[in-house]
């Protein structure tokens, strides 16, 4: 699996020399926007890097090359769930870096690096590719790239709202049941929950992606 992501970054350079850029121009434009502006600026360079690789597997017909290869598809499949959390957090540590570098010089505007925000992000990019992921298994890139660029937009425009929403309100407004049950628990127990449920959502992707492509003819 190392050598899988490996390869998908090695390919990547001039993606990753762009996402450099990308970083820095959205810690300008999205700072007005509050901690969603991170959430937004880390999706969209997970986004670059996670499905740019797809793209060039596609483009190279990589796939039919690892299948006359010794590799598991259950390992192929695995390895792109996990490189989207390599992406994240390259995105994250650039953006820290940059409103580090930022607040040395004093200069201004900068995204708020807070909690909300990186817990926004890691949302984000788990629900987002774990609806885009099982499209390209199914049909490749390229068939599913309409399909996943109106997801991208969905979640860029609709995390805005949400994320600024728990930025401001510090808690999502549910069913008076759920945040009774919420009010009785700590931070810390609806921080597990959230992330059981994410990590549950991100499995069941994961086994639809693999049966997908094993089905899948190359």
Do not use: W
């Not at 970083?23 to 890097?49: E, H």
């Not at 390992?75 to 580090?100: C, E, P, Q, R, T």
């Not at 597990?192 to 994961?206: A, E, R």
């Amino acid at each position: 699996m190392y050598h899988l992501i490996k390869k998908d970054i090695l390919m990547q350079k001039k993606a990753i020399k762009l996402s450099v850029l990308l970083i820095i121009f959205f810690t300008f434009t999205l700072s007005n926007i509050g901690p969603a502006g991170l959430t937004i600026g880390v999706l969209a360079i997970t986004y670059q890097l996670a499905l740019g690789a797809s793209a060039l597997e596609d483009k190279n017909n990589s796939d039919i090359i690892l299948m006359s290869l010794p590799i598991k598809r259950t390992i192929i499949v695995l390895s792109k769930y996990v490189s989207i959390y390599i992406y994240a957090a390259y995105a994250i540590l650039g953006f820290y870096l940059v409103n580090l570098i930022i607040n040395l010089l004093n200069l201004r505007p900068d995204i708020p690096f807070n909690f909300t925000g990186l817990i926004g992000a890691i949302i984000a990019v788990t629900l987002f590719c774990s609806i885009s992921f099982p499209l390209i298994f199914k049909y490749g890139f390229i068939k599913a790239k309409m399909a996943n660029l109106i997801i991208f937009f969905v979640f860029v425009f609709g995390g805005t709202g949400l994320v600024s929403y728990l930025s401001e309100n510090n808690k999502l407004m549910l069913s008076q049941d759920i945040m009774t049950f919420l009010s009785n628990g700590s931070d810390i127990v609806i921080l597990i929950i959230s992330m059981v449920l994410l990590l549950l959502i991100l499995i069941c992707s994961y086994f639809i992606s693999l049966t997908f492509y094993r089905k899948r003819e190359f």
